[in-house]
């Protein structure tokens, strides 16, 4: 990997909702990845993380789903570099959270959250482009209705595929919790699933925590969240 990182154009900003933006990210020299890692932007002097939301299929750029909300310091300084420079510093590839950790014929089950969807996506379109015939299921859980801003494709999906199955959730909605509602829906057959869980760490870790104390194998459970509370 170059840790001096690359150049990249900023090729299109467009908005998915009123608060999520879809980033397309062109490199002067491309840098491969595996579906469901993330790369890191300099903003300032700082590195930034921020997954990758397509799967590595021939096409040479990279998609990001970054919530933008006025006033979030950590997100202005982007976009501020974004409107004056159209281009970014970006280093690439990191994290863990990949298909290739995962056993080629256990069964797979996503838990998202918010923007979270977004390296699921990457995994799920190299599922969908390597015919993979294993089972496959996503549950992601939103703020509101508006937040599901990938609804109608994961629901052209599930109607095209069979072996995929696409729940989503509002996680403010006074509802059961996410994972009681999953542990309702898959009972103790669960335990032949590995978990992919991506979103904010505190929900990450939170279903994590529920999910350990119904007896599900942490060695079954992969997130980039783990492997960065470890190195803590």
Same mark, same amino acid.
Request: proline share 4%; with cysteine; charged share 20%.
């Given at each position: #990997?170059?840790?001096?990182?690359? &150049? ?5 900003? #467009? ?17 491969? %990845? ?11 002097? =700082? @590195? ?25 310091? %950590?997100?202005?300084? !982007?976009? /501020?570099?974004?409107? =004056? ?40 379109? =190299?599922? !969908? ?6 089972? %496959?299921?996503? @549950? ?15 629901? =052209? @999906? ?24 999953? @542990? ?8 032949? %699933?590995? !978990? ?24 079954? #459970? &992969?997130?980039? /969240? ?7």
């Amino acid at each position: #990997m170059n840790e001096q990182g690359v &150049i990249a154009l900023v090729k299109e900003v #467009m908005p998915l909702t009123n608060s999520i933006l879809q980033i397309y990210l062109e490199p002067e020299q491309y840098l491969n %990845y595996e579906a469901g890692q993330y790369l890191e932007i300099l903003v300032g002097e =700082q @590195w930034q993380a921020y997954s990758i939301a397509n799967a590595p299929l021939g096409a040479r750029h990279y998609e990001l789903h970054i919530r933008h909300s006025g006033g979030n310091p %950590y997100e202005e300084p !982007l976009f /501020a570099q974004i409107q =004056q420079q159209g281009s970014l510093r970006i280093r690439l590839p990191f994290g863990q959270c990949s298909l290739s950790r995962l056993q080629k014929k256990r069964p797979i089950l996503f838990i998202a959250g918010g923007t979270g969807l977004a390296p699921v996506k990457a995994m799920i379109e =190299q599922l !969908l482009a390597t015919d993979d015939k294993r089972s %496959y299921a996503l @549950w992601w859980a939103v703020r509101s209705e508006s937040d599901l801003y990938m609804d109608e494709k994961l629901r =052209q @999906w599930q109607a095209h595929v069979p072996h995929f199955e696409y729940h989503s959730f509002l996680a403010d909605s006074g509802q059961k919790a996410m994972v009681e509602l999953i @542990w309702e829906h898959y009972g103790e057959t669960i335990h032949q %699933y590995q !978990l992919v869980l991506a979103g904010p760490f505190d929900m990450v870790y939170a279903a994590r925590d529920k999910l350990l104390s119904r007896g599900v194998n942490r060695k079954r #459970m &992969i997130a980039d /969240a783990f492997d960065l509370e470890e190195k803590l």
